[in-house]
């Protein structure tokens, strides 16, 4: 594997990452600033917002081998070829599913139990603490990212057969 290649791999690993954040907490955030403030400001500040990251999104995936041109992230090396041993292109894919569902997992595990934290300490107190919709779909979203992060997880098998080259 070049290092050219190899570098456009964890762009495009990192692509799916982005994908996965901005689906589950950039879009809902969004989502209720819209219900919950929805005058011309906001309206404008949710589609750029929206732009920004998928149009990140694209470049990353789509576009990945014109970042590494431009960022010139592959000059400079002794050597254009990478020694890793037996390290293949499914390996690496593998090896990228395994850190981003690690990575959605351990950044959510704390959302998730200080939201399941305050949730139950309302259904013990009642209505003095001030459980609203927004954490209530907060909490939802921790649980659903981790979730996804454990799909990614146990089915990096899967994620393998998308991104694998049909060469």
């Given at each position: 594997?070049?290092?050219?290649?190899?570098?456009?791999?964890?762009?495009?690993?990192?692509?799916?990452?982005?994908?996965?954040?901005?689906?589950f907490s950039v879009l809902p955030?969004?989502?209720?600033?819209?219900?919950?403030?929805?005058?011309?400001?906001?309206?404008?500040?949710i589609i750029a917002a929206?732009?920004?990251?998928?149009?990140?999104?694209?470049?990353?995936?789509?576009?990945?081998?014109?970042?590494?041109?431009?960022?010139?992230?592959?000059?400079?090396?002794?050597d254009d070829k990478i020694e890793i041993g037996s390290l293949k292109t499914t390996d690496i894919i593998k090896l990228g599913t395994f850190i981003i569902g690690g990575l959605l997992i351990l950044n959510n595990i704390p959302v998730f139990l200080s939201h399941s934290f305050f949730a139950f300490k309302q259904d013990i107190y009642g209505h003095e603490l001030d459980f609203n919709k927004q954490?209530?779909?907060?909490w939802a979203i921790s649980g659903l990212n981790l979730i996804i992060g454990f799909l990614l997880l146990s089915n990096y098998e899967f994620v393998l057969k998308i991104f694998k080259n049909k060469k």
């Open positions: 594997m070049t290092k050219r290649d190899f570098f456009i791999l964890i762009i495009k690993v990192f692509g799916l990452y982005s994908l996965i954040t901005s689906l955030s969004n989502i209720t600033i819209a219900v919950m403030d929805s005058d011309t400001f906001t309206i404008l500040w929206l732009a920004i990251v998928f149009g990140l999104f694209i470049a990353l995936i789509f576009k990945a081998d014109k970042v590494v041109r431009l960022l010139k992230l592959d000059k400079g090396f002794d954490d209530k779909f907060n």
